[in-house]
């Protein structure tokens, strides 16, 4: 997953992107436990995609509430 392509998501979008990473990695831990998964560095991938989307996430909220905020003394 790229940044570019996260970055032209609504904050909704987002939240549901993360949702559905998150039910992977629970997916993707649960195979690792039982010896079923064929590449374990999909949980280490998955991960970072998270943290990824969680930072573009906050970037853009950062940025609404600057917009939001009046500018002067």
Same mark, same amino acid.
């Given at each position: 997953?790229?940044? =570019?392509?996260? %970055?032209?998501? %609504?904050?909704?979008?987002?939240?549901?992107?993360? =949702?559905?990473?998150?039910?992977?990695?629970?997916?993707?831990?649960?195979?690792?436990?039982?010896?079923?998964?064929?590449?374990?560095?999909?949980?280490? %991938?998955?991960?970072?995609?998270?943290?990824?989307? =969680?930072?573009?996430?906050?970037?853009?909220?950062?940025?609404?509430?600057?917009?939001?905020?009046?500018?002067?003394?």
């Amino acid at each position: 997953m790229d940044v =570019k392509d996260l %970055s032209g998501l %609504s904050i909704d979008e987002l939240a549901e992107k993360e =949702k559905q990473l998150r039910h992977e990695l629970f997916n993707f831990r649960f195979q690792l436990g039982i010896g079923r998964l064929e590449n374990p560095m999909q949980v280490r %991938s998955t991960k970072r995609d998270i943290a990824r989307l =969680k930072t573009v996430r906050r970037q853009l909220e950062l940025l609404q509430t600057q917009a939001d905020q009046p500018v002067g003394k």
